[in-house]
């Protein structure tokens, strides 16, 4: 093990673990969403006589623009009235009955917190709502990370109420959002109802997980999220977007990493024509892990790693193996300033971090020379950056903080 390494990787107390196993157990086969409450945990519901099926959600999210997009249970004529105070003052319609609504808002104020309210109908349906616009320029930056997490168990409610009490500016999700098919019916129990009063105003990008390719190759899920696109073959399979002084890219781990394939080919000249600062990635398989239950995903280190490395990404998130994990800066496999732990100085390798402690039941996690710190936790990240310095930390459910590291760059 690495000098300063910390491991935690005992099994936190039974009941937990096992209560999330049997969680995810009972809900493949039922989907039933009564039993993932906690009387500790705010569990949001939909009134009964809503006629909203789900949401609303917020996406894309950037300095003047973003969409807010919702489902009725009947075709209704839908509207949305914004704007940066409480009497709104602003009203995007259609004229068509529909139940999918999805509405792009323009030529918003940057740095500003708009409220919003839907209309069915012309009624008012469901008000209280924000959502704030980036800041110009590089400013402040606050991103929660979390993978592995579509079960409504409670440990999923848990994890939630830690990054709502954050208050993130985005949610990067490392995949298997949905469990366990990935199936249409799937999504409101394990998504849409489990962070609806954070989807309202933080928007969430995520990539593919195998459990979500299990229906359709992912098609429900894709069609439910409002994510960017890529420009190779115009999906939201893999895509990337700026916000702030951070890249972030998604990538699709299921799909072909190989050299000369679509994916490949894009993210290098991605990568290749990124100026912002920090550079971060998110799949679903780890280049690094050593979990018991999968491990190492040698195709995705084996065809991806090199990118990384040769285009200086900063920060490899993946999820998985359903546990924490994080490496020490590394570079073709090998460790480098690995004496700055946990306070890196303009490290010259990459960050490999497991995040898949969303929710679903847990596995053992373990270590490796180039381990920093590992722990079979439900967890999420927050990290924080603000110009030439980066901060990751990891909180459990109940707020407590079980590792942390930074990077500075000169």
């Known amino acids: 093990m690495a000098t300063g390494m910390k491991s935690t990787a005992g099994a936190p107390p039974a009941g937990s673990i096992e209560l999330g196993?049997?969680?995810?157990?009972?809900?493949?086969?039922?989907?039933?969403?009564?039993?993932?409450?906690?009387?500790?945990?705010?569990?949001?519901?939909?009134?009964?006589n809503s006629l909203l099926a789900r949401g609303p959600q917020v996406a894309q999210i950037s300095q003047t623009a973003g969409i807010v997009a919702w489902r009725s249970k009947d075709p209704v004529v839908g509207s949305v009235e914004y704007g940066d105070s409480p009497a709104y003052?602003?009203?995007a319609a259609v004229a068509l009955a529909q139940t999918e609504h999805v509405f792009a808002?323009?030529?918003?104020?940057?740095?500003?917190?708009?409220?919003?309210?839907?209309?069915?109908?012309?009624?008012?349906?469901?008000?209280?709502?924000?959502?704030?616009?980036?800041?110009?320029?590089?400013?402040?930056?606050?991103?929660?990370v979390l993978g592995d997490s579509g079960v409504c168990s409670p440990d999923q409610m848990e994890v939630a109420q830690s990054i709502r009490n954050?208050?993130?500016?985005?949610?990067?999700?490392?995949?298997?959002?949905?469990?366990?098919f990935g199936a249409p019916d799937e999504l409101d129990p394990n998504y849409f109802l489990p962070y609806r009063t954070l989807i309202d105003r933080i928007p969430f990008y995520s990539c593919l997980g195998n459990h979500d390719v299990l229906t359709s190759n992912g098609a429900p899920l894709l069609g439910a999220l409002y994510m960017p696109t890529n420009s190779?073959?115009?999906?939201?399979?893999?895509?990337?977007?700026?916000?702030?002084?951070?890249?972030?890219?998604?990538?699709?781990?299921?799909?072909?990493t190989?050299?000369?394939?679509?994916?490949?080919?894009?993210?290098?000249?991605?990568?290749?024509?990124?100026?912002?600062?920090?550079?971060?990635?998110?799949?679903?398989?780890?280049?690094y892990s050593n979990a018991a239950e999968h491990g190492s995903d040698m195709t995705v280190r084996a065809n991806l790693v090199p990118l990384f490395d040769a285009y200086g990404v900063d920060l490899v998130f993946s999820g998985h193996d359903h546990n924490y994990e994080r490496s020490l800066p590394m570079v073709n496999g090998n460790v480098v300033n690995g004496f700055e732990e946990p306070d890196f100085m303009d490290p010259a390798g990459?960050?490999?971090?497991?995040?898949?402690?969303?929710?679903?039941?847990?596995?053992?996690?373990?270590?490796?020379?180039?381990?920093?710190?590992?722990?079979?936790?439900?967890?999420?990240?927050?990290v924080d950056v603000n110009a030439f310095r980066l901060t990751v930390e990891t909180v459990v459910p109940g707020g407590a903080v079980i590792d942390r590291f930074s990077i500075t760059k000169s």
């Open 350 to 382: 990459t960050i490999y971090l497991v995040t898949a402690g969303g929710g679903n039941f847990l596995y053992p996690s373990g270590a490796d020379t180039y381990t920093a710190f590992s722990d079979m936790c439900f967890h999420c990240l927050l």
């Open 89 to 91: 003052g602003q009203e």
């Open 232 to 256: 190779a073959d115009g999906s939201s399979r893999f895509y990337s977007f700026d916000r702030g002084d951070v890249h972030f890219v998604a990538l699709d781990s299921n799909q072909d």
């Open 258 to 287: 190989a050299p000369g394939s679509l994916q490949y080919l894009w993210l290098q000249a991605d990568l290749a024509a990124a100026t912002a600062r920090w550079t971060v990635v998110f799949a679903h398989h780890p280049p």
């Open 166 to 180: 954050a208050t993130p500016d985005l949610v990067i999700h490392t995949g298997d959002v949905v469990y366990y």
């Open 21 to 48: 196993r049997r969680q995810f157990l009972a809900l493949a086969a039922t989907s039933v969403i009564g039993a993932c409450s906690r009387d500790s945990v705010y569990h949001p519901t939909l009134a009964p």
């Open 105 to 144: 808002l323009q030529g918003l104020t940057p740095g500003t917190r708009y409220h919003y309210r839907l209309k069915l109908d012309g009624q008012v349906e469901s008000e209280g709502h924000h959502f704030d616009t980036a800041a110009a320029g590089a400013a402040p930056l606050r991103f929660a």
